[in-house]
């Protein structure tokens, strides 16, 4: 099985016209993400990202490093991202393990409190729907069982959905159509929302993204503080000369962890960004719900 979803060169595409003729569809995503301590394993444990230590442990054993270097995030990082979105008037967009809700319900309550979005992000982050490739039913039971926390904790139903380490398969869009959910994130191959078709209807494509992403610029790459800032805004100002020049309205990702841009040291990058998004027209800081729901809408004749 494959993912269907059409080629589209940009320049043969229909405009995009997005709401109150904004350019940018700009989405800040906070990753909220949940590790075990051990998995019953010898083999590594892959927690979704490059370990700050990289000899890594069997999963049987636990690894106080690697795991309080990102647990720092959720005890103190994302108290300070949410400070700082806070003080910007920016409402990101939340991605959350079921097991956030379950185990860590002070931080998975403070976005719904502030009517950020909220997006489901598996059960664990260190389990990978690929592990379970072919296995279409055990796929289709971490993804339900994931919904059912989200539903049970937030009293509503989850509108889209990001794979851990974006390691979706081929079914997953199927499954989440299946369930209701409009939206899917972990296609990364453009700067503009489209439609993946199932046999349950089609669901947007919004796409996350690896690159514009402070794991891959600051951990993978070493880039500092201003790098990363320098980085976001030269993103940002491309794709708003693009969105101009060609009448279209584009989107942009950042990826945002919070025990990488949560430090004490490295926020500032993020603060400095947003600033400068505020000083430009038509930049919509949109939430994926929002893009999907337009656009399912509005979207025909995009991508013919």
Wanted: contains cysteine; glycine residues 6%; proline residues 5%.
């Amino acid at each position: 099985m494959s993912l269907n979803y059409k080629y589209s060169a940009f320049p043969f595409r229909g405009k995009l016209k997005w709401p109150n003729d904004a350019k940018i569809a700009l989405i800040l995503t906070l990753n909220l993400e949940y590790w075990d301590m051990i998995k019953d394993t010898n083999e590594p444990y892959y927690a979704g990202g490059p370990a700050v230590l990289p000899d890594l442990l069997p999963g049987k054993i636990a690894d106080f490093p690697n795991f309080t270097w990102r647990e720092y995030g959720l005890r103190v990082g994302i108290w300070r991202l949410f400070e700082c979105f806070n003080e910007a008037g920016v409402r990101p967009s939340c991605t959350i393990n079921a097991k956030t809700a379950l185990e860590r319900p002070q931080l998975a309550k403070y976005p719904d409190d502030n009517n950020w979005e909220i997006v489901a992000h598996n059960y664990e982050q260190g389990e990978l729907l690929t592990n379970f490739n072919g296995d279409i039913q055990k796929e289709r039971e971490i993804i339900e069982s994931t919904l059912k926390v989200y539903k049970d904790f937030y009293g509503r139903s989850a509108k889209g959905w990001l794979s851990s380490s974006l390691r979706g398969t081929p079914n997953t869009p199927q499954i989440l159509a299946e369930n209701g959910c409009i939206f899917y994130c972990d296609i990364m191959n453009d700067d503009q929302p489209y439609l993946i078709d199932t046999d349950s209807g089609p669901i947007v494509s919004t796409p996350y993204t690896n690159e514009i992403n402070d794991f891959t610029i600051l951990t993978r790459r070493g880039h500092t503080t201003d790098e990363m800032r320098d980085i976001l805004i030269e993103e940002l100002k491309v794709l708003h000369h693009e969105a101009s020049k060609n009448k279209t309205g584009k989107m942009m990702n950042v990826g945002l962890h919070p025990h990488v841009t949560g430090r004490a040291y490295r926020i500032r990058a993020v603060k400095e960004f947003l600033d400068y998004a505020k000083t430009l027209d038509g930049v919509w800081f949109a939430t994926r719900e929002e893009i999907a729901e337009w656009y399912l809408k509005n979207g025909k004749g995009h991508i013919a």
